[in-house]
T-cell receptor, first 113, second 115 residues
Framework: GESVGLHLPTLSVQEGDNSIINCAYSNSASDYFIWYKQESGKGPQFIIDIRSNMDKRQGQRVTVLLNKTVKHLSLQIAATQPGDSAVYFCAEPEFSGTYKYIFGTGTRLKVLA | EPEVTQTPSHQVTQMGQEVILRCVPISNHLYFYWYRQILGQKVEFLVSFYNNEISEKSEIFDDQFSVERPDGSNFTLKIRSTKLEDSAMYFC?????????????FGDGTRLSIL
């Protein structure tokens, strides 16, 4: 049968503006979350992680916010640059013998010059 | 920075043929994984591997699939008799430990095209 690809939500931002990418997770018991960036033709690249005992974690130009009440994660990118254009995934580990990652659908970030 | 490397970057194979995808995980990592991503779809877990044996495998990882660590550096995924629906990007990943708050690091993948 014909396979139907996922329609990726797309966020378009002007270069220099801040970007906010959101993710909802399903397992309220998850204690760790990761954001990955995937550029065209490349594998998921680790950006930042956060443990569930934190609400916020900052990296270089990136901040992850965790709201456990509503099971929501966000990735904030400051002063977005053309090199930030990619698909961004949140992932949470699921344990069933080992920890495998369950990836979200992803959001495509387009940076407009 | 250490990285996971995968070869080849693109593999084209006739349906029914065997294919071996190769990975060199990060050198001090002990846990290895294969994921796949069908075009336009989510990244899906296939298998995890530790101490020379499979730790967990998904429903996708049927008898046509096998993994091996033939030496101290390589980690391979073999598909014995490829099908059209095996066409996908295959990503290898590794981690230092298999605890929940330990990131898995991914390679750039092998694009497998089955004709």
């Amino acid at each position: 049968g014909e396979s139907v690809g996922l329609h990726l939500p797309t966020l378009s931002v002007q270069e220099g503006d801040n970007s906010i990418i959101n993710c909802a997770y399903s397992n309220s018991a998850s204690d760790y979350f990761i954001w990955y960036k995937q550029e065209s033709g490349k594998g998921p690249q680790f950006i930042i992680d956060i443990r569930s005992n934190m609400d916020k974690r900052q990296g270089q130009r990136v901040t992850v916010l965790l709201n456990k009440t509503v099971k929501h994660l966000s990735l904030q990118i400051a002063a977005t640059q053309p090199g930030d254009s990619a698909v961004y995934f949140c992932a949470e580990p699921e344990f069933s013998g080992t920890y495998k990652y369950i990836f979200g659908t992803g959001t495509r970030l387009k940076v407009l010059a | 920075e250490p990285e996971v490397t995968q070869t080849p970057s693109h593999q084209v194979t006739q349906m029914g043929q065997e294919v071996i995808l190769r990975c060199v995980p990060i050198s001090n990592h002990l846990y290895f994984y294969w994921y796949r991503q069908i075009l336009g779809q989510k990244v899906e877990f296939l298998v995890s591997f530790y101490n020379n044996e499979i730790s967990e495998k998904s429903e996708i990882f049927d008898d046509q699939f096998s993994v091996e660590r033939p030496d101290g550096s390589n980690f391979t995924l073999k598909i014995r008799s490829t099908k059209l629906e095996d066409s996908a990007m295959y990503f290898c990943a590794s981690s230092e430990a298999v605890i929940s708050n330990q990131p898995q690091h991914f390679g750039d993948g092998t694009r497998l095209s089955i004709l």
